[in-house]
T-cell receptor, first 118, second 108 residues
Framework: GAVVSQHPSWVICKSGTSVKIECRSL??????MFWYRQFPKQSLMLMAT?????????EQGVEKDKFLINHASLTLSTLTVTSAHPEDSSFYIC??????????????FGPGTRLLVL | GQNIDQPTEMTATEGAIVQINCTYQ??????LFWYQQHAGEAPTFLSY????GLEEKGRFSSFLSRSKGYSYLLLKELQMKDSASYLC?????????FGAGTTVTVRA
């Protein structure tokens, strides 16, 4: 149980384009999902907390107009990187904390999306 | 602010035991997590401690001392597949803050 999927797993795009990444909880519901970014040989940095039915909460230094988050249902959150630039190239990982059917304290991570902006 | 420290690298022999220490200074504490991350993959959950003491789960054990701001992850009977990065993460409110990770290399 507690499986989180992400799509796509790999994206290569041109500078200036927008990229949408989906995060789904497959066997549980989650009011709250989280988006992280990880640069090579560094740890995960929380970008934002996605809340179903309300606006996302962004961490300091993360531009909300550049990283658009939509949490449309209890099983789906999307992150859109708008007008991507080479410095946005990174490993983007989502996580979710189960609310239903069995609430837990643990965040479960998706497999990640590797973004390369040329 | 959050400050979570763990060693950068550790090397051990197959079949041996390795202990990865984590010290933290955070504003608020709602639990400490250990995750394993293989290169290029997402983290997978290993353990969760919210009360002081030792939690054992198969070959992996995790210890917490809240008064000392200290935890360790103990890996026993090391296998080659245990070569990975091990991340210590502290939750305050609902958010996780991660350490930089400890890269463990298991040698035959």
């Amino acid at each position: 149980g507690a499986v989180v999927s992400q799509h796509p797993s790999w994206v290569i795009c041109k500078s200036g384009t927008s990229v949408k990444i989906e995060c789904r909880s497959l066997d549980f519901q989650a009011t709250t999902m989280f988006w992280y970014r990880q640069f090579p040989k560094q740890s995960l940095m929380l970008m934002a907390t996605s809340n179903e039915g309300s606006k996302a909460t962004y961490e300091q230094g993360v531009e909300k107009d550049k990283f658009l988050i939509n949490h449309a249902s209890l099983t789906l959150s999307t992150l859109t990187v708008t007008s991507a630039h080479p410095e946005d190239s990174s490993f983007y990982i989502c996580s979710a904390r189960p609310d239903r059917p069995n609430p837990t304290e643990t965040q479960y991570f998706g497999p990640g999306t590797r973004l390369l902006v040329l | 602010g959050q400050n979570i420290d763990q060693p950068t690298e550790m090397t051990a022999t197959e079949g041996a035991i390795v202990q990865i220490n984590c010290t933290y200074q955070t504003s608020g504490f709602n639990g400490l997590f250990w995750y394993q991350q293989h290169a290029g993959e997402a983290p997978t959950f290993l353990s969760y401690n919210v009360l002081d003491g030792l939690e054992e789960k198969g070959r992996f054990s995790s210890f917490l001392s809240r008064s000392k701001g200290y935890s360790y992850l103990l890996l026993k009977e090391l296998q080659m597949k245990d070569s990975a990065s091990y991340l210590c993460a502290v939750r305050s409110d609902y958010k996780l803050s991660f350490g930089a990770g400890t890269t463990v290399t298991v040698r035959a």
